[in-house]
Antibody, heavy 119, light 110 residues
Framework: QIQLQQSGPGLVKPSQTLSLTCAIS??????????WHWIRQSPSRGLEWLGR?????????NYAVSVKSRITINPDTSKNQFSLQLNSVTPEDTAVYYC?????????WGQGTLVTVSS | QSVLTQPPSVSAAPGQKVTISCSGT????????VSWYQQLPGTAPKLLIY???KRPSGIPDRFSGSKSGTSATLGITGLQTGDEADYYC???????????FGGGTKLTVL
């Protein structure tokens, strides 16, 4: 069955870069037209979609306007995983971050990573 | 402030039925399928309903979904204490080119 396993640090200093990875088993990151997403959740913002990557003859990305200037989502076909980089973080970026798979419906989710932005 | 609007909380007694509403606009629910997610405390959201009214394998038929225009509804019958969770609706917004979610509804089974 499909599983998503997240990894990455739980504490990031303000102004630095948040980096998380989502390893995929049971599917491939380059599956045709299957999007792979990053979403975060905080008490103040609820569930907030950050962006997605997908392959359809070439790689595509979509990003939320709220983070578009700071975010990069990259697929890694050699390791069958994808990553999130969020630059110039502030305490407002403190949240539980999830990776997920799916088109309109997100049918598989990672376990979640609590990332705290603090000095 | 979430793009989709849900009631903050609903409650009902064990064995009863409850419905949770989700309201959107012509650019999201008016154009695209709705999904529903259940989030138990301390866990990731879990897909409950997709394509408006379909249930993934393993989801009991006590859970149902419907959509009309720019509104959607999740129904849960035969309520159990294990159904106490937060429920979220989600869809694609064609104007934003974003996945969008509701603010979540906390279900209490009294």
């Amino acid at each position: 069955q499909i599983q998503l396993q997240q990894s990455g640090p739980g504490l990031v200093k303000p102004s630095q870069t948040l980096s998380l990875t989502c390893a995929i088993s049971g599917d491939t990151v380059s599956s045709n037209s299957v999007p792979w997403h990053w979403i975060r959740q905080s008490p103040s913002r609820g569930l907030e979609w950050l962006g997605r990557t997908y392959y359809k003859s070439k790689w595509y990305n979509n990003y939320a306007v709220s983070v578009k200037s700071r975010i990069t989502i990259n697929p890694d076909t050699s390791k069958n995983q994808f990553s999130l980089q969020l630059n110039s973080v502030t305490p407002e970026d403190t949240a539980v971050y999830y990776c997920a798979r799916g088109d309109v419906s997100l049918d598989h989710w990672g376990q979640g990573t609590l990332v705290t932005v603090s000095s | 402030q979430s793009v989709l609007t849900q009631p903050p909380s609903v409650s009902a007694a064990p064995g009863q039925k409850v419905t949770i509403s989700c309201s959107g606009t012509s650019s999201n629910l008016g154009k695209n399928y709705v999904s529903w997610y259940q989030q138990l405390p301390g866990t990731a959201p879990k897909l409950l309903i997709y394509d408006n009214n379909k249930r993934p394998s393993g989801i009991p038929d006590r859970f149902s979904g419907s959509k009309s225009g720019t509104s959607a509804t999740l129904g849960i019958t035969g309520l159990q204490t294990g159904d106490e969770a937060d429920y979220y609706c989600g869809t694609w917004d064609s104007s934003l080119s974003n996945v969008v979610f509701g603010g979540g509804t906390k279900l209490t089974v009294l």
